[in-house]
């Protein structure tokens, strides 16, 4: 069993950043993929950016490109997502994921790659 918890979100102002953090406790967290996910109100949760399980891999949906960073410490348990340049559009609730199956090669933009997933954490970003 895997447990994942988000923090980091807050309230930025447009064009500001914001560092998100998932700590991830259980077994074989080096050999799994880790994604973010976002919901707006109103919306669908939709795919932001998803790291292999060595690093050597990631993926962003095309709105956060050049302006979101997915990185992970295997030391620490931890992903991250460096969000830069954000804008309101990028309001939402941030959820972290953990993949099911060691070692997987993809894709990771697909809910079906995660197992295990976090209660979220709000970002609210404002004109």
């Known amino acids: 069993q895997v447990h994942v918890v988000e923090s980091g979100g807050g309230s930025v102002q447009a064009g500001g950043s914001l560092r998100l953090s998932c700590a991830a406790s259980?077994?074989?967290?080096?050999?799994?993929?880790m994604g973010w996910f976002r919901q707006a109100p109103g919306k669908e949760r939709e795919f932001v950016a998803g790291?292999?399980?060595?690093?050597?891999?990631?993926d962003y949906t095309d709105s956060v490109k050049g302006r979101f960073t997915i990185s992970r410490d295997d030391a620490k348990n931890t992903v991250y997502l460096q969000m830069n340049s954000v804008k309101p559009e990028d309001t939402a609730v941030y959820y972290c994921a953990a993949g099911g199956r060691l070692y997987y090669s993809g894709p990771y933009s697909e809910d079906r790659t995660y197992d295990y997933w976090g209660q979220g954490t709000q970002v609210t970003v404002s004109s």
């Open positions: 790291i292999n399980w060595s690093g050597s891999s990631i």
């Open positions: 259980g077994r074989y967290f080096s050999q799994r993929a």
